[in-house]
């Protein structure tokens, strides 16, 4: 038997190995299942007839984001929203007035209080009934460290606060919910996930540890995404739901998505930039299991950006 010493320092030691591990930015808590959940979520279209977004910017940096939603049942909504950034004070401004005559205001303020500090106000403002809310954000960001904090200041005040620790592409967090008024917690959530460039697993509970959720994503190649999602709510139903999408790239300027759950329903997505600044998607929905009905959906989706 060998009694020599394990090389600790030279090529191919384990610190060289540690060494090479990619440092992964530590995201927030509601990020800690992101690339599964976008994989999931992101980029279908059918679940609106047509959405519309128009994004320009001015000469002097000033950005304008026009969005309009038809959906399948119900109203069209659209907003409007205006944002200014000053770089060298790290402040930002956002003004935005939906068609429901409700006027958000943003104020930012970046790395500037203290060194990974972001705070935000945010304020809604209904003119008809003259209803106002406002509310304070903070988020901390370290390099294995990010936590954030919500404070609604007019009602309760109410504060939820999240923090995720990470180390080695290793993450643990937890999120809680409390009530000054009434003195108690409302809420609580823990995950915990391991996330790499090319995959990543996540394990959530969340709804004070009543919903659990364990996704997978993987980047197989620069061509092909896999993910997969199961979710129990012990409250309400024994089953556990299971979703599981893909997506395949199919060359630069154009990729296409498909997923499908337990409960049979299947969605297609195509997404193709026509040329810079000009993107559209197409998407369906289909009822698997009930194909003669007319329970299927069809969306589309326009994006200009100049």
């Known amino acids: ?102 006027l958000d205001t943003k104020v930012e303020l970046d790395d500037k209080i203290a060194k990974g500090l972001k705070a935000e106000v945010n304020t809604n403002f209904l003119p008809k009934s003259q209803n106002f809310s406002a509310k304070v954000n903070l988020y901390f960001k370290q390099p294995n460290f990010h936590a954030r904090g919500f404070f609604d200041v007019l009602k309760g005040p109410t504060a939820n606060v999240d923090a995720v620790l990470g180390h080695e592409g290793f993450l643990v967090g937890a999120e809680a919910g409390f009530d000054a008024q009434k003195a108690a917690i409302t809420r609580y959530s823990a995950a915990i996930g391991y996330t790499m460039p090319d995959y990543s697993a996540a394990i959530t509970a969340t709804n004070s540890l009543s919903v659990f959720s364990a996704s997978y994503y993987h980047k197989v190649n620069s061509e092909v995404e896999a993910g997969a999602k199961a979710t129990w709510d012990s409250k309400s139903s024994n089953n556990v739901g299971l979703e599981v999408a893909s997506k395949y790239r199919l060359d630069p300027t154009s990729f296409a998505k498909a997923k499908v759950n337990d409960r049979g329903i299947a969605a297609l997505a195509y997404n193709i930039r026509l040329r810079p600044g000009v993107t559209v998607g197409l998407g369906v929905s289909l009822d698997t299991k009930n194909l003669n009905e007319a329970a299927h959906k069809i969306g589309t989706s326009f994006t200009f950006e100049g």
């Open 1 to 102: 038997m060998s009694n020599s010493p394990v090389n600790s320092s030279g090529p191919g030691s384990v610190y060289e190995t540690l060494k090479a591990i990619p440092i992964m930015p530590i995201p927030a808590f509601s990020d800690i299942a992101k690339p599964a959940n976008d994989l999931l979520n992101k980029d279908f279209y059918h679940t609106a007839a047509t959405n519309l977004e128009i994004k320009s910017k001015a000469p002097n940096g000033v950005t304008f984001n026009v969005k309009g939603k038809s959906a399948h049942e119900g109203s069209t909504s659209s907003n409007i929203e205006v944002k200014y950034t000053d770089a060298p004070s790290g402040l930002s401004l956002t003004q935005a007035w939906s068609n429901s005559n409700a």
